[in-house]
């Protein structure tokens, strides 16, 4: 079974209409993260949560809002979807072992196309 | 401003013909930097960690390299399995966060 897994994989909707990405993770890591990816630019940060009463914002927040239900589960929600929203995005967790940024590991990720 | 720049965009190689991929970083703080591998409509896959200058780490055709201000990503005789998209990664002490370069896209031909 996969580590990190989302849910939808593939999404399409409406300008205007709320959206919520799903996340969870079995690799029992504290800190959690949504990347959006579009095509020629790099990963870009949207949140992360680094345990679950701790939220923070990331490079491109705007228009999205997140929630940490669990230690394994972190939730990104689009409040009303507009086109230029359309990306793939990634969840993505890591731990902080023995003082050092170790790596991410990634989900499969989520296509959203919106009209 | 924190920022990863890769180079080239896109590679192409016959089978066999080595080369490298290059990552210029200016990351405040830089805690970290980091290799990925994606392939189309997947998520990235962790290669390597470099954590500080002169350090080299190998994982079978794969090798990286840092230095003060960049990062090779060698590739040695290239199989067209190697064809991906290949990240690099700065993880910025400052901002506590990852700043992802756009990535090279190789193709290698058999």
């Known amino acids: 079974d996969a580590d990190v897994t989302q849910t939808p994989r593939n999404r399409i909707t409406k300008t205007g209409k709320r959206i919520m990405l799903e996340c969870s993770q079995t690799?029992?890591?504290?800190?959690m993260y949504w990347y959006r990816q579009d095509p020629g630019l790099g990963l870009r940060l949207i949140y992360y949560?680094?345990?679950?009463?701790?939220?923070n914002k990331g490079e491109i927040s705007d228009g999205y809002s997140v929630s940490r239900q669990a230690q394994a589960k972190f939730s990104l929600s689009l409040e009303s979807a507009i086109p230029n929203q359309t990306a793939l995005y990634f969840c993505?967790?890591?731990?902080f072992g023995q003082g050092r940024y170790n790596e991410q590991f990634f989900g499969p990720g989520t296509r959203l196309t919106v009209l | 401003e924190d920022q990863v720049t890769q180079s080239p965009e896109a590679l192409r190689l016959q089978e066999g013909e080595s080369s490298s991929l290059n990552c210029s970083y200016t990351?405040?703080?830089?805690?970290?930097l980091f290799w990925y591998r994606q392939d189309p409509g997947k998520g990235p896959e962790f290669l390597f960690t470099?954590?500080?200058a002169g350090e080299e780490k190998e994982k079978e055709r794969l090798k990286a390299t840092l230095t003060k201000k960049e990062s090779f990503l060698h590739i040695t005789a290239p199989k067209p399995e190697d064809s991906a998209t290949y990240l690099c990664?700065?993880?910025?002490?400052?901002?506590?966060?990852?700043?992802f370069g756009a990535g090279t896209r190789l193709a290698v031909h058999p």
């Open positions: 690799k029992g890591h504290d800190r």
């Open positions: 470099l954590y500080s």
């Open positions: 990351v405040s703080g830089l805690r970290g």
């Open positions: 949560s680094f345990d679950v009463k701790d939220i």
């Open positions: 990664a700065g993880y910025s002490g400052g901002y506590n966060k990852l700043i």
């Open positions: 993505a967790t890591s731990d």
